[in-house]
């Protein structure tokens, strides 16, 4: 396949402070053949960038929806998903029933995937009912998607309270300590 | 926590042509609540930024690795995985074996996550030899790192030939396409 | 059990080409009783054929359905699947949402293992909802079937559209590049 | 990518008899867009073909080796792996260990996949030991392959017995029966 | 197969011949302490016994099953499975298709979990439809329990024809030649 | 416990006593078709028998094992598992490490598959090496079987101890039980 | 985050008997820095504490379920499990179906999840069906909570009886046990 | 079994504030039977108790061990796991690699289970090399224990810098946290 994305030449300089050479060993191993390596640089055209959360963020998000439930007294768990669907953040509040912890994981990934909060999603199923089968997703309000410049970047999951509305308030608390 | 990672004034601004709005629904049913998710975008404080292969040159180095081996006669399979740990490209390769499949995969994920060929982390095992239980690894040569500045975004994995080190040939093939 | 299914003196000559005697070993000990594998040899009258796609077929039928979606500016994943059930092909299309990985694979499973599209599969859950229970099925429009002699052989799903039946259109795009 | 396997005008007339349009539905509902299928038909170019053991034929292989084992006293599972990677026959035999049922299967899938008994195998690994970490596969005396000229197409899995040696005995006891 | 195991006139007398002191070493080393083994043999009044079908009458039910849908020119997969959920014998059919492997096995644990045809357990689910979601199980017709003396002790479980009623009475064909 | 199931003087009646008519239903429907279940009643020549421990002689023997453990201030997981492979007990004692509850099913089911106890099998590993990749096995002491008339019928496996050989003899507190 | 649940100053003196230390080692070596571990001792103010039943407890109220339905001639599997979601006991009753002992772990586990017998839970679905989609749950009756204080600290679940109704009796009677 | 652990009078009266009673219902329903919720109020007798780290408490754990990573610049995720073997807390660094994940969970759970950081357990495989059999469990230097009394109430795991060492230098700077 020939045509390419062209993402203009400022392109692909990012997160390349810190010690990427080190991390290429977990192991103590000294690094065996940098110039190989060098020459698996990829060109320009070959690349997109996509955004993501800072852990800073992500765990200040996931902060304020455990404090936002704490202050109603109810006991949940948090968590937040990235694009890519993988978790990012998972805070098990005290007291938080087992049930919590993957129910807010999925419901962060179902957020973040449709880029709608799942109390909205939940209400589509009555017209593709089946959606509901996807691995990794669930249909519970409780789940909240974060944006930058409006497409989706990560999904805020929050689960344990008496309703699904009230966990949903608690995901949109965390949601908007991102915009501050 | 307070500090954050500050990218400067000119992050953010990617992959937001398409049709995000609309992609919030895999449903039928129109966008339940626009004006609520636009007060979920993050503010560029909160973001970084990675680099991840266009689908095009995936498919570009996967095809390039897997015409490697066909042109020696191998049966192969080829796999792209992004630095995230998500495959990103599999060609199942006319007659390869069946372990080829979630061996190239594993190969790929390995060579990703310590950004450095697979034979050479085999080769890191006899000091640290516990580094091949973590899970969805495989410290069998055929793994390539791909970087972008030197960081790693993704891996190529290649299974299936008598040894890996031809595996780990065809893979290389796969990366030096992307360089062009 | 005696009887046996007779496909005739021409039967069983396919796939002989290549390396298969080195491919007996991916490690790089040379082949240790050879003898003994020549013994193994099944006669024709214990065999029977089926037909697969090519990996060119599948990949150009699987860039034929991502081109597809990316006209209408869609952000999708597609997969091929064989008879077997088996992954042939993969490709993330940039930006798409993680759950359509997965989806993409099962609606693909779910197309060649009966042979229909999903969207007329979904349909038949009216009558038998259980159908959908069976694992590795998805029933969601986004499946197409791909046939030889009207025998499925393989299945083409696409997933990340705003609808099924986008999905399904892509993918029919993909078909449509194999009866060329 | 442009190049195709060309197979010759003969190929790709398997298995067409019995009832494919019928099994396109295993729900009760008539199949809805046959023209629409028809499109679908891929052309010979786009088609490869290989063996496989008809289940009578897999089916008597694996009897063989169950009386091979009770012969001796043995009390062992044997199983009938294709080179897709897919169980195709499984006998427990009585009193087997609960052990041997997935042993047996992965036995089989390992001297598949690289043409080779298991014995031969479990030696290569003092070269490349890591070629057990590869999901699936175990790496203990007891599979045998099948092959249809040279190539190979099923793998025969035993185990339950005192000794691998036993185990590999009573597999190729069935692969015997397929050459008959 | 046509021989069956005899067991004589007191049938049913328990498996205690063979080799199972041999059995205790699948590895090649010497029993270690028979001793202490001997001094675990537990009382009659700590034990229960339970019924199980022989391989060879499970084999020729599944084979029965198998050629009843063959004669209908049906596409199958068939399986039986013990009191205990755990799978005897599989056979899967010539083209069937890849669901019909995991759905058979299924539907054979589903008939002997409740003692009943899955076409009937299917039509319970109108009173208690969360019974679906209990794992390992399938409510679709095609699987049926097989006794003794009225009790459960298998499931014989066919897929893959285009409508469970016909997978039903080719499971039926495999349990009419236990009773013979 | 100490009241035990007395089953009579003719011991091991097979389980025929009962509501096994009524179990056929965990759905609150009557048993739909009694006469075609009757007719699946399999004829003796197609059965054989197993011994299994009771829950009660089960139940008996881990809490002897555990108690074993309590009197040296062991904190651990106890559980028995039959020929089949299935786990029938499992007590977590207070304060027992999170590894303990699988490691001691794993350590039950290891013994009862080879018929000796787990550190007698950990030394043929030096053999066999490979035999502790077979799945659901765990070669570390503190497995020990149980037999009825020599044959394994349970192992029982004990986690949690400073060493395996303290495992090992809480066990072997729990198969003494079953001796009396 | 700054403030700190404060649980005053008798808090943390539990379940510091037995042998810790010793603990530390499941292999026979010696632990190796006592001094370290010494100064990862956490302060008050960073615990809190949990209820949970003893296992002696728990073996009481899942023997005494287990009675119940012996009294009423019904095979039952019995799961205990504690607030975190653990398995703590379970107690596969003779002759119970293989469907009967996951069902139980699940329903226990529901009822501790939502503090409710799990036949109140199953009519909450008519208001949240997705809710049976949490993975671990099952919304069947014959799971029931145990509470402490009236906080929840385990659920006690049965599974095999003819209907839910009997489970959940049987799982009421270990609850009562625990009264006592 | 009638012995019962004695914990006082005072014992039993954690964790009885906010809002369980509303916490039963995760659906909006209102609470159905009360009465019969407080019959299951277990006796003190039955009861023993447990220390776990607050949530605040394991946050700033997490977070000191993230940011004494990032003070030397390198990229990580850490986990926080409880004597239960549940992750309370992750926090994926930006950047690291996506093996570093699972891979620091494990670690956590590894140093819990044994109450010994991961560097000290790795070197003990030398005596009881399949202990790292044991799911769940890694055996690599980044992992160290919490305790609270001298009692394992959690472990913290690192993963992702270029040495195990160092890795479990930040784990023990978030242990140190809690001793503040």
Chains 1, 2, 3, 4, 5, 6, 7, 8 share one sequence.
Request: hydrophobic share 45%; proline share 5%.
């Amino acid at each position: 396949m020939k045509k390419k994305l062209v993402l203009g030449a400022t392109a692909a300089a990012v997160l390349t402070a810190g010690t990427f050479g080190a991390v290429s060993a977990s192991a103590s191993a000294p690094a065996a053949a940098p110039a190989a390596v060098a020459k698996a640089d990829a060109t320009d055209g070959n690349l997109f960038r996509s955004n993501h959360l800072t852990i800073e963020a992500a765990t200040d998000a996931a902060e304020a929806a455990l404090e936002a439930a704490e202050k109603e007294n109810q006991r949940v768990t948090v968590a937040v998903v990235d694009r890519n669907g993988n978790t990012v953040v998972t805070l098990r509040g005290d007291g938080a029933g087992p049930q919590s912890y993957e129910s807010a994981i999925r419901k962060a990934y179902t957020a973040v995937s449709w880029n709608a909060p799942t109390s909205v999603l939940a209400g589509r199923l009555a017209q593709a009912p089946n959606l509901k089968d996807i691995p990794g997703t669930l249909f519970l309000a409780g789940g909240a998607p974060v944006t930058a410049k409006g497409a989706p970047i990560a999904g805020i999951g929050v689960a344990g309270a008496p309703s699904g509305d009230l966990d949903e308030k608690f995901a949109q608390a965390g949601v908007a300590e991102l915009a501050k």
